[in-house]
Nanobody, 120 residues
Framework: VQLQASGGGLVQAGGSLRLSCVAS????????MAWYRQAPGKQRELVSV???????NYADSVKGRFTISRDNAKNTVYLQMDSLKPEDTAVYYC???????????????WGQGTLVTVSS
């Protein structure tokens, strides 16, 4: 199983970016899909999560600006980021809890990270 994230880049404050993350490989089911970020010198933090039941949660710092969505048919999770601020600058990582077979355990997978830089 692999997670491939894309969509990062350089944007001015107030701008928007859309991140995508595709899960591929031997996949039976995907539980939660989420986005984390890690800014320079800081710990990785949860940005948003989309559960298999359709619930979403956001970090307080991004509520009202970021929107997570999910396409189960494509094993893909998206993060629409609007009204970006310089403090959103970070490497963004996608995360998914995946079961590879009907009798398999669930495992936690990480994407490679995509850099988002917001200039002031």
């Amino acid at each position: 199983v692999q997670l491939q994230a894309s969509g990062g880049g350089l944007v001015q404050a107030g701008g928007s970016l859309r991140l995508s993350c595709v899960a591929s490989g031997k996949i039976f089911s995907i539980n939660t899909m989420a986005w984390y970020r890690q800014a320079p010198g800081k710990q990785r933090e949860l940005v948003s999560v989309f559960t298999s039941g359709g619930s979403t949660n956001y970090a307080d710092s991004v509520k009202g600006r970021f929107t997570i969505s999910r396409d189960n048919a494509k094993n893909t999770v998206y993060l629409q980021m609007d009204s970006l601020k310089p403090e959103d600058t970070a490497v963004y990582y996608c995360n998914a809890v995946i079961r590879s077979g009907a009798l398999s355990s669930q495992y936690n997978y990480w994407g490679q990270g995509t850099l988002v830089t917001v200039s002031s």
